[in-house]
C-alpha cells in the first residue's frame, strides 16, 4: 500500500467514526459478549440472571423463599421475600437507587462489601444486561411499609420510580419479557428452568425455590408446578446424582468447614462405576472447568488417602504406582466454596483462578476425610479396595492404548480400513459422519461431497461404555475405529482419561442413525461414548445429530418429506382431502437410512443447504451425569420410571 492509499484511508477514518456507546446500548448491540449467546442458552440466561439476585439476598440471611412464574407470552416474573432493592435517592447519581441497579452496568450492592459478602450473577452487570435485553421490564419493590415500582422499555425506564400504595410485606417483583428482535429463540423450557432451581436448592440448602408454569396445565386442571427444598444440601444432590448407581460406602462423606474466611462444603460418594463425576461450584455458578478449588480437592484427597492406605499396609502387594485418577474412579463428588472477591478466567465464570482457594479446600479435605476414615474403618477400606482396582484397570488400559498406537504405525496411515475420508485436509471444512450400519453407509458414501465429508459406518451398537471398564473400552473394534478415524489419543501418565485433540481431523462430527428405536438406542451409547471420554468434542461445538426424515409423501413425479408426524399429515392435507390412495398418494415411513437412495440421503439429511443438524452442547454438567448414568448404568427402576413417565412424547415403532 503506497502512502497516498494511507493518506486517503486516514481521512476516511475520523472521529466521527468513533462510536460511544452509552448506558446499556452497548449490550443491546452485543449481546452475547454479556451472556453468552442470543439462542436458548442466553435466553435462560436471563432467568438465572434475575434469580442469582435473589439468591444473593438468601446468602446474606434475608430471604428463604423464591418464585419463578413462565407466563403464556412467554415473559417471566421472579418474585422473592428478601429486603427489596433500595429506592431511595442514590447522591452520586442523583436519581433512585433502583433506577441506579436497573439501568447502570457495574451498580449493585455486590461491591460493597457491607450489603453482601458473596455473591453470583455477573459481576454487578446482570440484572441491567435482562433489563436491556427486554422488550418490556418492570419492578415492584416491597419495602419500608410502602409498595415501589418502576416499568422499563429496551433497558430505558418509562417514568421515574413512583411510590403506588402500601404494603405489609417485603421484597422484590421482578417481571421481563425478553426482546423478540434480540433473541433466535424465544420459547423458554420448563424443564431447563427446573434444573437450575434444583440445583439452587441443594447449593443453599432450607431455602425454598418453586417454579410455575402458566402455559401448561396438569391432570388436574392445574399450572404445571415444582418446588424445589433442600434440608441436607450437598448430601442430598449426592443422592440425587447418585440414584441410579450401585453405592460403595451407605452414606456420602460430608465435609463442612471454613478456612482463610472460604466456607467450603464438600460431598462425596463412591460408587461402583468406573467413571469420575465432579461437579464444582463457586457462589452457585458451575465452574465446570474447574479451577483452583478443584484443584486443591484432587490434591487433598488424593494425599489423604494414599496415606491412609500406605499406613494400613493395603498398597504392600501393588506391583506399580497409583495416580491421582485412580483415587478418583467411581467417585461422584460435589465441592462448593463461597469466595468474598472470585477471580475467573473469562467473562462466563468457567474456571476459578484464586490461589488461596487451593490450599483452603486441600487443607479441609486433609483434616476432615483423615478424620473419617480412622473413624468408619469399614467403608475406608471399600474405598482403597475399589482404587487399587482402578489401579489395575488403569494399568490394563494402558496397555491397550499403547497397543492401538502400535497397530497404527504398522499399518501407515493408522486410519480404519471402512473409512471412506474426504480429500480436504482442513479440519475446520471437514465432517465424518458416523453411519449405523454398512448398507446406510454405502449409500451415505455415494451421497456425499466427496471433498469434504467422510464416512465411518458403525458396525451395530457400539459398547455401552457407562458399564464397562477403562481397557474393556480400548479393546472395542467399533471405539478403537471412531479414536483412529478423528486423529485423537487419550491418557496421559497424569490423566488416564486425558484427550488429545491436536490431531483432530474434523471439526463436524455427524451421529446418523435410522430414525427409529434401535437407531436412538445406537445414537445414545455414541453420545454416552462421547460426553464419558470426548467431552471436549462437545465442549467446543464439534459434535451433531443428523435429522433424516420419517416418511417421504410422493404425488405422480413430485416427492415431499416429513420429519414429524404433524408434517405428514400437513403435506397429506395439502394434497387434498379423501383417502390417500384414492389420490394417487404414495406414503413411505423409512425405518432405515438405507431405504433412502443416495440422491435422497444428501437431498434431506446431508447437504449443507438443506440439512437440519442439531448441535450437542452441554446445558447443565450435573443434570447430563445423572441421566447418562440412568439411561445406561445398571439401575433398571429408574430408567422404566423415565420411560414411562415420557412415553407419551416418544414415537414407537410398530
Not at 98 to 127: I, N, P, Q, R, W
Not at 289 to 304: M, N, P, S, V
Not at 432 to 452: C, H, N, P, Y
Request: charged share 25%; net charge negative.
Amino acid at each position: 500500500m503506497n502512502i497516498e492509499e494511507v493518506q486517503k484511508g486516514q481521512a476516511a477514518y475520523t472521529a466521527d467514526n468513533i462510536q460511544v456507546l452509552e448506558g446499556l446500548e452497548a449490550v443491546r448491540m452485543r449481546p452475547a459478549m454479556y451472556i453468552g449467546d442470543i439462542s436458548s442458552r442466553g435466553l435462560h440466561h436471563l432467568v438465572y440472571e434475575v434469580v442469582d439476585n435473589s439468591i444473593d439476598e438468601a446468602l446474606a440471611g434475608y430471604c428463604t423463599e423464591i418464585d419463578v412464574l413462565i407466563h403464556p407470552e412467554n415473559s417471566i416474573t421472579v418474585k422473592d421475600n428478601g429486603r427489596g432493592i433500595p429506592v431511595d435517592m442514590h447522591e452520586k447519581e442523583g436519581r433512585s437507587a433502583l433506577e441506579v441497579v436497573m439501568t447502570v452496568l457495574h451498580a449493585g450492592g455486590k461491591f460493597d462489601k457491607g450489603s453482601y459478602k458473596v455473591s453470583g450473577g455477573l459481576h454487578g452487570v446482570g440484572v441491567s444486561c435482562v433489563n436491556a435485553l427486554s422488550s418490556y421490564m418492570s419492578v415492584h419493590v416491597h419495602r419500608n411499609g410502602h409498595e415501589y415500582l418502576q416499568e422499563y422499555e429496551c433497558g430505558k425506564p418509562v417514568a421515574p420510580v413512583a411510590q403506588i400504595g402500601d404494603s405489609k410485606t417485603h421484597g422484590t417483583v421482578t417481571h421481563f419479557r425478553p426482546d423478540a428482535s434480540i433473541f433466535s429463540v424465544t420459547e423458554y423450557d420448563f424443564a431447563i428452568l427446573c434444573n437450575r432451581l434444583r440445583e439452587l436448592a441443594f447449593l443453599n440448602k432450607g431455602i425454598r425455590l418453586t417454579i410455575t408454569d402458566l402455559r401448561e396445565n396438569n391432570e388436574n386442571g392445574q399450572p404445571v408446578s415444582e418446588t424445589f427444598l433442600s434440608e441436607n444440601g450437598l448430601e442430598d444432590f449426592i443422592d440425587y446424582l447418585d440414584a441410579n448407581r450401585e453405592k460403595l460406602i451407605p452414606k456420602p462423606i460430608c465435609i463442612e468447614g471454613e478456612k482463610n474466611g472460604i466456607p467450603i462444603e464438600v460431598a462425596m460418594q463412591y460408587n461402583t462405576s468406573f467413571s469420575e463425576n465432579i461437579h464444582s461450584y463457586v457462589n452457585n455458578i458451575n465452574t465446570h472447568e474447574g479451577g483452583t478449588h478443584l484443584a486443591g480437592f484432587r490434591r487433598g484427597l488424593t494425599r489423604t488417602l494414599k496415606t491412609y492406605a500406605e499406613k494400613s499396609g493395603m498398597l504392600a502387594k501393588l506391583k506399580f504406582d497409583i495416580n491421582g485418577d485412580d483415587f478418583r474412579e467411581g467417585l461422584t463428588a460435589i465441592i462448593s466454596v463461597k469466595v468474598a472477591e472470585p477471580q475467573f478466567e473469562g467473562q462466563t465464570k468457567t474456571k476459578l483462578g484464586n490461589n488461596e482457594a487451593m490450599g483452603s479446600v486441600d487443607s479441609i479435605i486433609s483434616e476432615l476425610l483423615a478424620h473419617y476414615l480412622e473413624e468408619n474403618p469399614r467403608e475406608a477400606k471399600l474405598i482403597v479396595d475399589k482404587v487399587i482396582l482402578a489401579a489395575t484397570a488403569r494399568h490394563a488400559a494402558r496397555k491397550a492404548r499403547e497397543l492401538v498406537q502400535r497397530k497404527n504405525v504398522l499399518s501407515g496411515s493408522g486410519l480404519p480400513g471402512k473409512l471412506a475420508d474426504c480429500s480436504e485436509n482442513d479440519a475446520s471444512l471437514c465432517e465424518l459422519f458416523l453411519v449405523e450400519g454398512d448398507s446406510a453407509g454405502g449409500t451415505a458414501k455415494q451421497g456425499r461431497d466427496r471433498r469434504f465429508q467422510a464416512i465411518l459406518p458403525l458396525r451395530g451398537k457400539i459398547l455401552n461404555v457407562e458399564k464397562a471398564m477403562q481397557h474393556k473400552i480400548f479393546e472395542s473394534e467399533e471405539i478403537r475405529h471412531i479414536f483412529t478415524a478423528l486423529g485423537v489419543s487419550i491418557g496421559t501418565d497424569e490423566d488416564s482419561k486425558a484427550l488429545n485433540m491436536e490431531k483432530l481431523r474434523y471439526h463436524k462430527v455427524v451421529i446418523m442413525t435410522d430414525a427409529d428405536v434401535d437407531g436412538s438406542h445406537i445414537a445414545t451409547l455414541i453420545l454416552t461414548f462421547f460426553y464419558r471420554y470426548m467431552q471436549p468434542l462437545i465442549e467446543n461445538g464439534y459434535v451433531y445429530i443428523a435429522t433424516p426424515p420419517l416418511y417421504s409423501v410422493k404425488k405422480g413425479n413430485t416427492m415431499r418429506y416429513a420429519w414429524t408426524e404433524e408434517d405428514r399429515q400437513r403435506i397429506v392435507d395439502e394434497w387434498g382431502s379423501g383417502e390417500s390412495e384414492a389420490r394417487g398418494l404414495h406414503i413411505q415411513r423409512y425405518k432405515g437410512l438405507g431405504e433412502m437412495n443416495e440422491v435422497q440421503l444428501w437431498e434431506t439429511t446431508m447437504d449443507p443447504d438443506r440439512r437440519t443438524l442439531r448441535q450437542v452442547t452441554i446445558e447443565n454438567g450435573t443434570e447430563a451425569d445423572r441421566i447418562f448414568s440412568m439411561l445406561m448404568g445398571d439401575e433398571v427402576a429408574p430408567r422404566r420410571e423415565f420411560i414411562e413417565r415420557n412415553a407419551r412424547y416418544a414415537n414407537i415403532d410398530a
